[in-house]
């Protein structure tokens, strides 16, 4: 699998994103980020938009980011499904734009949620 964050944010496969602040990945920019990927297993009778839907939403990798001064670093990966099941599912995501490393606009499926972050570093840190 690709290892730059943008690389994996582009990958079609579904996912979901709980970020600190709004994604920006321009390497001009010196906005410090956490970004957690929760990437979405893919099963039969799920409901891509959940509303109604039957099936499941289970994450099958998580994968942590920390940007700083324009430069990211992975802090976390996992496939371990204990360790997943610790983590909350953000339910509530919704359509995100986040700016990509070219400049250019991409629209993800995410939220923006300290305190979800916090526990998330919380859970990493504990391993």
């Given at each position: 699998m690709e290892n730059s964050l943008s690389q994996i944010l582009q990958l079609p496969k579904r996912k979901l994103i709980v970020s600190l602040n709004d994604i920006t990945l321009n390497k001009n920019k010196n906005i410090e980020n956490i970004v957690f990927i929760?990437?979405?297993?893919?099963s039969l009778g799920s409901a891509g938009g959940r509303g109604g839907g039957s099936?499941?939403?289970k994450i099958d990798?998580?994968?942590g980011f920390k940007i700083i001064e324009g430069k990211e670093v992975k802090i976390f990966e996992t496939e371990n499904t204990e360790?997943?099941?610790?983590f909350d599912i953000p339910y509530n995501a919704v359509a995100m734009d986040i700016i990509l490393e070219s400049g250019e606009p991409f629209v993800i499926q995410g939220?923006?949620?300290?305190?979800?972050i916090k526990e998330y570093l919380k859970i990493i840190?504990?391993?």
């Open positions: 929760l990437m979405v297993e893919e099936g499941n939403r990798k998580i994968i360790i997943i099941e610790k939220i923006t949620d300290s305190e979800m840190n504990s391993l």
